[in-house]
């Protein structure tokens, strides 16, 4: 992918942290009671920390869906994010671009901090993030043309000053993103999936943004598209200047198309590093699990693994482990793991790793 | 078996075939296909606006005229004169039931309508706002659930007719039922929203910069019309009944004008020597509610988005 | 040796509002007893249909099926009654699903829901029963079994549950397994605790398995042989070392070269295959590919190819007068 033209950060997170109440849960399909943790404690009552027990009261949990975590995109990059399902990377993703509040922390686009920013400066910030949603059926209006979908952030941003420009625009965005001008009165249904993810990419290109957040562009698209769309997200970095912070959790994908690479493991990034490295070196035992767990489309390669097998489930984030959250499952965690959360090492040229077994 | 050479030469250009030949129907086009499917349904909307057209024009052909009595032939039978009848005070029935399909089919779509302004936006700014304001609204048409429909009408009734002016009856039913209605629909909108809000598409919209109006206006509503105008439909049928019940206890539109409800209570009186009177006016309560009610179901089936592949 | 399963020009078809979906259109293949067959190909070609209609699930209407038949054992399985068909469903074939949560039913208890299978087909007492629930949850590796019997599918996670649907699917020893996505719905470290566990099985147990997947990786760390599918039929058989190293249709090409690995070297780009994926509602006279391939030769456009070879490869350039075309999965 591209390489960085400068390093000035766009985008800086410092020790953002997202906690949801239980209750709030409405759509969401994931209970948090379907990842009972360790599976002898059944069905008893969990008994909470201090900590929690203040800030929630007695009766439930808030799910820490992301635990303080900090990082710095810089301008032009492709910042990935990968883990497990349910470890918080759609909610950085989603808290990044203000569609939720952070609990704590801070955001910071291009020097102003978002949750201080007023009025247009405001408005300007939002504009420049957007978002391409993961699933591909669900992200588009049922009830809206292609041409309306596209057009509706000209609309309300006031991009085209009458109706010709608007059309044109929207003609040249969709051309951008390879789908035919015909196709401006049709509705979503009668698309692909990898169409419609194309349109979904055009939504958030109209509104002419710096930075976008993909969370899982192509998982929800068949194989044989997803090539195409990344393809195409790598040409539309080059021809618009912009910066991705791209979510998956096919670590394959992710180090194919980012330049650096952050791994999640409930709630907390434990490590930061450029995608060359992730491969030939990682450091973190998470990181090398996760490496040994893809599997290969090679079966020479298949046969001579040794794999490193995780034992068991990932912790509830309402309930996380002390320590390092990772030593439940680490092979070699040491005592000290149980009890002291790891500090940052400096691996030089903002690469980090949490461990205290390095 | 030996094949021509040239068919093994590569395509030179091929036009690559990027679309899905899909066939291009929209929301409507799709519900209208699967409605036809449906005969029942299709029966009761062909009958139903037969019974509006005649509820519009059949007065203007008549030759009597609904108030008009004529103390030389009352109580009469089904005739070629008078195809219903007449009635004690020797009015033409047929035109009475036509003026009172005029009169109870007004309540029905007024009523319908003032669901659909009240019990939408009021059902979306709750499943919308969500939170607290989700909870006050709600528990608000939780308290009015739990007071019975028909107390609450006849309240509204008795005091809607001491404020109003006396000619004001179809007035006040219109509010007195518009008031009510509303309740359900409002559930079903707020129902509706809070599992839309939660969608993909909603979350890009905010994140383009939709305003929260725009979003529920542009967005959310107009994903719920399905249910929407099925409740809406059904509220019709439930109108009209309430009228006719109230009318029958006394309390609807006055004399001389005459709904269903009322012709079906006036016959009452002298329902043994005379069933005809009744049967006419019950009859036309009946189909109509029947057609409503089936059209409503066919609706249902054929907007529920469910069955969308 | 005897094919454990034949199946042989089936045609499945749905009807639907917008027209009849040919979804399997004249699929062949055979499984041997104890080898593990992958069906590879993308979303919608088919591979689902194909595996409910050897179970007989196919759910009618909308589903027919339309032609072909499905020998299980030398026995035609389109021929039993419903009721023989209960006789072999979780008893000789045993199934798991992408969702386990579909198939569990949430206000049972596991222990009801895993010894029902073993005592309607093995006859075996409630305490017998117990006692094999006990033994299965041991060997696929779910701890405290005794405790965990007692207990609701909401209070296991996602891969637990789907190691108490492949216990149940081993429960009566079937002959053959067949896996739906069994680890699409997983997380990586989860996915491959269960591969782990399919090979364990596999090795242990000598149960034939059709694996159905989208992924290669798991194509190639589990399966013997391969079965591409593309718009409802088969166009590339062959052992895991072919289809990896000498695929021979377009389609596994550009399937292999669309897709990261995790060792590709810097500046090595993907391929995508160009397109769409075919939709099914429409008739086709052509190869199904034709559309989207690179090597499309005036044949294509007129007939469709007839399974060339031992691999059964359905492509015009396995024709002896074809031009030869070399498969490099390197180039960039
Ligand atoms: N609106 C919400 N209310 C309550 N809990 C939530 C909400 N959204 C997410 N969570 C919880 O927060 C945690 C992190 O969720 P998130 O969606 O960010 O995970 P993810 O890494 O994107 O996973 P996936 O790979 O499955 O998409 C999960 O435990 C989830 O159940
Ligand atoms: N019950 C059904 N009614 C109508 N069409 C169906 C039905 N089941 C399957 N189909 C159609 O049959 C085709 C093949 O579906 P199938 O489920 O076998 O795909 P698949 O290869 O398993 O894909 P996936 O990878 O998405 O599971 C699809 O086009 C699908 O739309
Ligand atoms: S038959 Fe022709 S079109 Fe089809 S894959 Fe082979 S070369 Fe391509
Ligand atoms: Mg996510
Ligand atoms: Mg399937």
Redesign the interface.
């Known amino acids: 992918m591209a390489q960085y033209l400068h390093d000035t950060p766009i985008l800086e997170v410092k020790n953002l942290k997202k906690y949801f109440g239980q209750r709030v849960s409405t759509g969401k399909t994931k209970h948090p009671q379907d990842e009972t943790p360790d599976m002898a404690s059944g069905d008893k009552p969990k008994i909470l920390p201090e900590k929690q027990k203040r800030l929630f009261g007695a009766g439930g949990g808030a799910v820490k869906a992301v635990d303080g975590v900090s990082f710095t995109i810089k301008t032009g990059e492709t910042f990935g994010l990968v883990g497990e399902s349910g470890c918080g990377k759609t909610t950085i993703g989603r808290t990044l671009v203000g569609l939720y509040k952070p609990t704590e922390g801070s955001v910071i686009y291009k020097g102003v901090d978002l949750s201080k920013a007023t009025g247009a400066l405001r408005i300007r910030n939002r504009r420049q993030m957007q978002m391409i949603f993961q699933d591909p059926y669900a992200s588009l209006n049922p009830r809206m043309t292609v041409g309306d979908i596209v057009g509706e952030p000209i609309d309300i941003h006031g991009l085209a000053s009458n109706k010709n420009e608007r059309q044109e625009r929207i003609q040249q965005i969709l051309d951008l993103v390879g789908l035919n001008p015909e196709h401006i009165n049709r509705y979503p249904h009668e698309f692909s999936g990898g169409q419609r993810q194309r349109i979904g990419i055009a939504r958030a290109l109209a509104v002419e943004p710096e930075l976008i957040v993909c969370d899982e562009p192509v998982s929800a698209v068949d194989v044989s598209i997803q090539a195409q769309i990344i393809n195409m997200l790598e040409r539309l970095q080059n021809e618009l200047d912009l910066t991705y912070m791209i979510i998956a959790h096919d670590l394959s994908m992710i180090k194919y198309v980012s330049d650096r690479v952050a791994v999640m493991y409930l709630g907390k990034i434990v490590e930061l590093v450029y995608s060359e490295n992730l491969y030939a070196n990682p450091q973190h035992p998470y990181t090398r699990a996760l490496l040994s767990a893809v599997p290969i489309a090679d079966p020479e390669v298949e046969r001579k693994r040794q794999r490193i097998i995780l034992e068991g489930d990932v912790p509830s984030p309402i309930n996380p482990p002390s320590g390092c959250y990772f030593h439940t499952r680490c092979s070699s965690a040491l005592p000290i793991c149980r009890e002291i959360e790891p500090e940052k090492t400096d691996l030089g040229d903002g690469q980090w790793v949490t461990c205290h077994n390095l | 078996m030996?094949?021509s050479?040239?068919?093994?030469?590569?395509?030179q250009s091929?036009e690559?075939?990027?679309?899905?030949?899909?066939?291009?129907t929209?929301?409507w086009q799709?519900a209208w296909?699967?409605l036809k499917q449906n005969p029942v349904a299709i029966a009761s909307l062909i009958l139903i606006v037969l019974i509006i057209l005649v509820a519009i024009v059949g007065p203007l052909f008549s030759p009597y005229s609904y108030s008009a009595q004529n103390f030389d032939s009352t109580n009469q039978g089904p005739s070629a004169e008078h195809w219903f009848g007449t009635d004690g005070l020797g009015r033409d029935l047929f035109t009475r039931v036509l003026h009172g399909a005029r009169i109870s089919l007004s309540i029905g779509f007024v009523a319908s309508l003032l669901t659909l302004g009240v019990g939408v936006l009021y059902g979306g700014i709750a499943g919308f706002a969500g939170g607290r304001v989700d909870n006050i609204m709600m528990r608000f048409v939780d308290i009015m659930y739990s007071i019975p429909f028909l107390l609450w009408v006849i309240m509204m009734m008795v005091y809607l007719k001491e404020i109003l002016p006396e000619n004001a009856g179809l007035i006040s039913i219109y509010i007195a039922l518009g008031l009510v209605f509303w309740l359900p629909m409002a559930r079903i909108v707020r129902g509706q929203i809070?599992?839309l809000?939660?969608?993909?598409?909603i979350?890009?919209?905010?994140?383009?910069?939709?305003?929260r109006w725009?979003i529920l206006i542009?967005?959310l509503i107009?994903?719920c019309?399905g249910p929407i105008i099925v409740t809406a439909t059904l509220a019709i049928p439930e109108a009209i009944f309430t009228e006719a019940f109230l009318s029958f206890i006394g309390l609807g539109v006055s004399a001389p004008k005459a709904s269903w409800g009322m012709l079906a209570s006036d016959a009452l009186t002298s329902l043994k020597s005379y069933p005809h009177l009744l049967f006419f006016p019950a009859g036309a309560i009946c189909i109509t509610l029947l057609a409503f009610n089936f059209l409503g179901d066919g609706l249902r089936d054929s907007l529920d988005?469910k069955m969308?592949? | 040796m005897e094919p454990l399963l034949q199946v042989s020009e089936l045609e499945v078809q749905f009807g639907t509002y917008a027209g009849i979906v040919k979804a399997v259109r004249g699929v062949d293949f055979k499984i041997f007893p104890g080898e593990v067959v992958a069906i590879v190909g993308e979303s919608g070609c088919g591979k689902s249909v194909t595996a409910q209609t050897i179970m007989r699930l196919i759910p009618s209407p909308p589903g027919k099926i339309t032609g072909g038949s499905v020998q299980f054992n030398g026995e035609e399985i389109f021929k039993k009654s419903e009721r023989q068909m209960r006789k072999i469903r979780g008893n000789t074939i045993g199934m798991i699903f992408q969702d386990p949560m579909t198939f569990l039913n949430p206000v049972l208890n596991i222990s009801t829901q895993v010894t029902e299978n073993l005592r309607v087909h093995k006859g075996m007492s409630i305490h017998q029963a117990r006692d094999r629930a006990v033994e299965l949850f041991n060997l696929v590796g779910i701890p405290e079994p005794k405790l965990r019997l007692k207990q609701y599918p909401h209070q296991f996670s996602g891969g637990m549950r789907q190691r108490v649907m492949i216990a149940m699917a081993i429960g009566c020893d079937p002959k053959l397994l067949i896996a739906d996505e069994p680890t699409t719905a997983l997380d990586v470290t989860i996915q491959a605790q269960i591969l782990e566990l399919l090979k364990e099985i596999k090795e242990r147990l000598d149960t034939a398995i059709i694996l159905i997947t989208h992924d290669l990786g798991v194509v190639a760390g589990l399966a013997e042989r391969v079965l591409v599918m593309y718009a409802g039929q088969i166009i590339e058989t062959g052992t895991i070392d072919e289809i990896f190293s000498t695929p021979a249709h377009p389609y596994t090409w550009g399937l292999l070269k669309s897709i990261p690995r995790l060792n590709m070297k810097k500046g090595q780009k993907l391929t995508p295959i160009w397109g769409q994926p075919p939709d099914l509602l429409s008739q086709l006279a052509t190869c199904p590919f034709l559309p989207r391939c690179d090597y499309a030769m005036e044949i294509c456009t007129r007939e469709m190819p007839e399974p060339f070879g031992r691999n059964l490869v359905k492509c015009w350039l396995k024709h002896p007068q074809a031009p030869h075309v070399q498969y490099n999965r390197e180039v960039s």
């Open positions: 030996k094949l050479k040239e068919l093994f030469s590569f395509l091929k690559i075939q990027v679309d899905i030949v899909r066939p291009s929209t929301y799709d296909r699967r809070l599992s809000k939660e969608q993909e598409f979350l890009a919209a905010h994140t383009i910069g939709a305003s725009r542009r967005h107009p994903n019309v988005p969308r592949k």
